[in-house]
């Protein structure tokens, strides 16, 4: 049975998206710089504030703690608890004026996440969970009500959202490939709204890979906790060292189904 989690995790959750989406929405559809990192991915100084802001809430908070996250890197990540941060995922739609980009939180123990928060500056929702307590969603007339995943029956019934086709190397693209050609529909450009969806059981399943652990880490906790099941592509588990392709789904059943779409032949 899993051990009860300090309340005050989930308080100090609240508060990191609150003051992450205070520093994201100052600068939501304003005339704001764009520069490239050395992947190629854009970052804007949204992002930096909004991890920096998080970061000071932290070290204030828990200064034992670990931190990783996407602009500011890794500190004290040997603790037992670490913070790992994307202060905006979904750059491209944030600098794009698109509300879908989220901020994500999650909490890992020893290597495992045991909280997880996705939160929605722009369209004011959010869902939380943690390994002892199960999703609750916050936003549009709800105070904090469980999420739970639907029950779609088959995979060939399955309505499926990747963030990108292009986000696939040549082997995870033949691949998805397979899996895409086994669901009944897919939609692009969902970015982490795409699991929120699946927590609540507005769709059935997500498929991504070429991840890093402030991509999925806080979805590995949402998906669960609302009932669904998520692993990466070979059915492992995610954790910090996961190989970054992430599959979830609301029901067993078709995440098995996927799972064995999605193997090499």
């Known amino acids: 049975m899993t051990s009860s989690l300090d309340p005050e995790f989930s308080t100090l959750a609240h508060l990191l998206a609150d003051v992450a989406s205070k520093a994201a929405m100052q600068h939501f559809r304003t005339g704001f710089a764009i520069e490239t990192k050395d992947d190629a991915s854009p970052v804007t100084r949204a992002d930096r504030e909004a991890e920096a802001a998080m970061r000071e809430q932290i070290n204030a908070a828990f200064p034992t703690h670990g931190i990783l996250g996407e602009e500011y890197g890794a500190e004290r990540t040997d603790a037992e608890f670490v913070w790992v941060l994307d ?6 739609a944030f ?8 901020t994500l939180i999650a909490l890992v123990r020893d290597g495992t996440p045991v909280l997880g928060l996705n939160a929605f500056p722009a369209l004011d929702e959010r869902w939380l969970a943690t390994s002892d ?4 969603h916050w936003g549009r007339g709800n105070t ?13 019934a399955a309505q499926m959202c990747t963030s990108s086709p292009d986000m696939f190397n040549t082997a995870d693209g033949a691949r998805y490939a397979q899996l895409k050609a086994a669901v009944r529909d897919t939609r692009f450009g969902t970015d982490a709204w795409a699991y929120a969806m699946v927590a609540s059981g507005h769709t059935d399943m997500v498929a991504e890979s070429g991840m890093q652990p402030y991509d999925y880490l806080s979805h590995a906790v949402i998906v669960a906790g609302a009932g669904g099941t998520i692993t990466d592509w070979e059915g492992q588990p995610l954790t ?8 979830a789904s609301g029901r067993a059943s078709v995440h098995e189904a996927a799972l064995a779409a999605l193997k090499t032949r």
């Not at 202060?87 to 491209?92: A, L, S």
């Not at 995943?149 to 995979?155: A, E, I, M, S, V």
């Open 144 to 156: 904090g009500v469980e999420a739970r995943t639907r029950n779609c029956p088959t995979l060939d």
């Open 87 to 92: 202060p905006i995922d979904g750059t491209r």
């Open 95 to 102: 600098i794009n004026g698109i509300p879908l980009f989220a």
């Open 133 to 136: 307590q199960p999703t609750r």
């Open 240 to 247: 910090m060292n996961s190989t970054g392709s992430v599959l």
